[in-house]
């Protein structure tokens, strides 16, 4: 399509791609390259080169990051101490994630807990019925056989 003349919007309207992924694929000098996704297309960072040193003295037991900071400024690093800072974030919560603890109980499940029998007891036996507790279909009790009849 790209040979044809065509330009990237055109071949991504045509294959519902964006205009970004259209330019990736041209520019990709094999499939491997596609499937490796190495961060084609992103350029280069200033902490680039002085990433081997972060990692190494990260791993040494230096986690200040004004400290690393200073290090590599004397090493030739001209960016700011926020953009050192930022990088090593994402070891910090990748070496301090607290455990989860487990979520409470929903409604339904406590229910369940309370409504069943546990396995293995026995089952209680029902009270008789007396006649202070008269069956719902029972309700209202009839009156007593004495007090319909007239008394003369």
Avoid at 9 to 20: D, F, T, W, Y
Avoid at 117 to 140: E, I, K, L, M, V
Wanted: aromatic share 6%; hydrophobic share 30%; glycine share 6%.
């Amino acid at each position: 399509m790209l040979a044809g003349g065509r330009s990237f919007c055109e071949i991504a309207a045509a294959l519902g791609l964006s205009r970004n992924t259209v330019r990736r694929f041209a520019r990709a000098t094999s499939a491997e390259e596609l499937l490796v996704h190495d961060g084609t297309g992103r350029r280069p960072s200033i902490l680039d080169e002085h990433v081997p040193y972060l990692h190494e003295r990260w791993n040494s037991g230096c986690t200040n990051a004004a400290l690393l900071w200073q290090e590599i400024r004397a090493r030739g690093y001209q960016g700011s101490c926020r953009q050192v800072r930022g990088y090593l974030a994402r070891f910090r919560e990748s070496t301090a994630v607290p455990a989860r603890s487990p979520a409470p109980p929903k409604a339904r499940t406590v229910t369940a807990w309370i409504m069943t029998r546990p396995t293995g007891s026995p089952t209680p036996t029902r009270p008789a019925s007396t006649p202070s507790s008269p069956h719902p279909r029972n309700w209202p009790p009839s009156p007593p056989a004495s007090a319909t009849s007239p008394s003369s």
